[in-house]
């Protein structure tokens, strides 16, 4: 641990777990721990600077090809680069490829910041998750190789056993809610080596799991109204994130970013 650590500022590139859903705020937008953890870097050290490259939906290629030039660029002190995820729950995937456009962003970004920081993402317990978990891991392998390679740290959320928890997810079932967003936050300030704030692999106090039709009520509700239209879009080619812009696209001073954002 490094409490005197200095950072002053940060690029976050990524789709819709970096984008902050769904951490939603009260005027509709979207939080996230790439901003809360902004947030905490921001009270240490005056005049640091933020940018939020994610665009949910997108692939790695995408990421690769259109977010990593633009973050390498900023020459920021911490990157944080999340992607692949989308990739692998595709129909099919190439796995091949998709280390391919890993390695060119990783390959991209280390030299250009202080601090690359990747993460194993978390991954939600249930049927659904067990048809894609392979996958995850592979692509897990392949970021462990790649930070081993270009000394990046890796935050393990995967691993951590509360973040697995269903209570941790929104109704989508492929978002984290607002504690699980404050968990990440808390993951990757320890990973920077900042003396932290709680323990967040704390498991949830133990609580008794809804009767069976209530289970099948949201499992109805999740499928009509999550599960269908992603499925849809899978097969379409389309993206939730088609035409959107990204989140903070320039590297600007955290505090006047925040001060438009207060009601």
């Known amino acids: 641990m490094n409490v005197n650590a200095s950072y002053t500022s940060l690029v976050a590139v990524g789709d ?18 790439a901003d809360l953890l902004a947030d905490r870097l921001a009270a240490r050290e005056p005049g640091f600077r933020y940018a939020n490259l994610a665009v949910r939906g997108k692939l790695i290629g995408q990421i690769a090809a259109e977010q990593a030039p633009v973050a390498a660029a900023m020459g920021a002190d911490v990157v944080t680069l999340v992607g692949g ?5 595709r129909p099919k995937v190439d796995m091949g490829r998709v280390r391919g456009h890993l390695e060119e962003a990783v390959g991209l970004l280390a030299p ?7 993460m194993r993402s978390p991954g939600r317990n249930g049927p659904v998750m067990e048809r894609f978990r ?3 891991e592979e692509l897990f392998v392949i970021i462990e190789e790649l930070a081993a390679r270009h000394g990046a740290l890796v935050v393990d959320l995967y691993g951590a056993a509360v973040l697995g928890d269903p209570r941790m997810w929104d109704v989508d079932r492929l978002h ?4 699980g967003h404050h968990r990440v936050a808390e993951a990757v300030w320890q990973a920077l080596g900042l003396p932290p704030e709680m323990d967040w692999r704390t498991e949830l106090p133990h609580s008794l799991p809804p009767g069976w039709a209530a289970r099948r009520s949201q499992d109805l509700s999740f499928a009509r109204q999550h599960l269908l ?4 879009r899978r097969l379409t080619g389309r993206s939730s994130g088609d035409g959107l812009p990204a989140k903070r696209p320039d590297l600007l001073a955290y505090e006047a970013w925040r001060a438009e954002r207060r009601p």
């Not at 995820?85 to 729950?89: A, K, P, Q, R």
């Not at 984290?176 to 504690?179: D, F, G, K, N």
């Not at 239209?229 to 849809?232: A, I, K, R, S």
């Open 16 to 33: 819709s777990f970096t984008e902050g859903m769904s951490d939603l705020l009260p005027d509709g937008s979207y939080r996230g721990w």
């Open 85 to 89: 995820l989308n990739d692998t729950l």
């Open 112 to 118: 250009s910041c202080g601090t690359l920081v990747l």
């Open 134 to 136: 392979p996958r995850m």
């Open 176 to 179: 984290l809610t607002a504690e």
């Open 229 to 232: 239209p992603w499925v849809g």
